[in-house]
């Protein structure tokens, strides 16, 4: 007998994607965050939502989705683990060959997997994707192709890159096992991951608007101990930057240093100016920088928005290479 219909051929077939959802006492948003998912025009997904032992609705409002849909599975943990134990706990219940993380307060827009994953897919020699959010990556064209030294050059020599949360990225399930996944290392566990991963790994920068990222009261960023979590991870920067890892030549890494010891400079003079004095000492404390370095580095930072960014030999911004995703005319995009 031959078994027919979206329900039950899914059982019998592992899907491509795996979308992670923890949550903690987000019974005012998760019903949105669910139905932006189940709303994706891209449709091989599972979506697997795990609680970390909410004290409201959250359960409740999940289990109800998930009665309905059997792409969704509900897991709740017998203690509370704490945010990046969780993902990483979702992470090992998945079962796709993609893992996209998606916050139980955030929204996808619809066509959030459909632009990522075929993106990703066509590019096998990326480790993981990253999306800026709201915004658009400077100096070129999306998709990018970036080495590890890219990377770096980006988050240290031009406008950034590490900023992003777990929400911007979708991840090889491989890959991202191989590297051990999330570190357990507080609330910018996310950062930690970047700094470690681009490191040796090439990145795919992709288009940003693919999801909306919610600001409300309940989140870490907008608690009082945000500012002096900051400080306590601010030692990654510099640590990684005199790394034997670093994929930076001597001269990028000199004034990478010089960047990097401005923004944490500044960032201890705001706080002061802010009369925040304990964050400010909890930066000097934390940042790695000895006085030596100080008096070497703290220098105005010298920043170049386009480093970073794939060029060919006569130095232009390298198009994406759309036949990959488009039937071909038959023509190649030189001739």
């Not at 997904?45 to 032992?53: A, M, P, S, T």
Request: charged share 20%; glycine share 8%; hydrophobic share 40%.
């Amino acid at each position: 007998m031959k078994l027919t219909g979206p329900e039950t051929e899914y059982q019998f077939k592992m899907p491509l994607v795996s979308v992670l959802m923890t949550a903690y006492n987000r019974e005012a948003f998760i019903a949105d965050a669910i139905q932006s998912v189940l709303a994706q025009t891209f449709t091989d997904f599972e979506l697997i939502v795990v609680d970390d032992g909410s004290k409201d609705r959250t359960v409740e409002i999940a289990h109800r989705y998930a009665s309905r849909d059997r792409r969704i599975r509900v897991f709740v943990n017998e203690r509370n683990l704490g945010d990046y134990p969780n993902r990483n706990r979702a992470a090992s219940l998945a079962s796709g060959t993609f893992l996209k993380y998606h916050d139980s307060d955030d929204l996808l827009y619809p066509h959030c997997l459909a632009v990522m994953v075929p993106l990703l897919a066509a590019h096998p020699q990326a480790s993981f994707a990253l999306s800026p959010g709201a915004r658009e990556w400077m100096g070129g064209p999306c998709p990018m192709l970036l080495s590890p030294r890219m990377c770096y050059q980006r988050e240290f020599l031009g406008g950034g890159m590490f900023h992003v949360g777990p929400a911007c990225a979708l991840f090889r399930a491989e890959a991202f096992r191989r590297l051990g996944m999330f570190p357990e290392a507080g609330p910018h566990s996310d950062g930690a991951f970047w700094m470690n991963a681009c490191a040796t790994e090439n990145v795919l920068l992709i288009p940003g608007n693919l999801f909306w990222y919610r600001v409300h009261r309940g989140q870490h960023l907008q608690s009082s101990g945000a500012a002096r979590d900051g400080a306590l991870a601010s030692h990654r920067y510099w640590a990684a930057l005199n790394s034997l890892g670093c994929p930076l030549e001597a001269e990028e890494r000199e004034l990478a240093k010089r960047n990097c010891a401005w923004n944490i400079g500044r960032t201890i003079l705001n706080h002061v100016k802010s009369r925040q004095f304990g964050v400010a000492w909890a930066y000097l404390q934390h940042a790695g920088i000895k006085p030596a370095e100080w008096l070497r580095y703290f220098r105005r930072q010298r920043r170049d928005m386009s480093a970073g960014t794939p060029r060919d030999a006569n130095g232009e911004f390298i198009a994406p290479d759309w036949t990959v995703f488009a039937p071909t005319s038959g023509l190649s995009k030189h001739e």
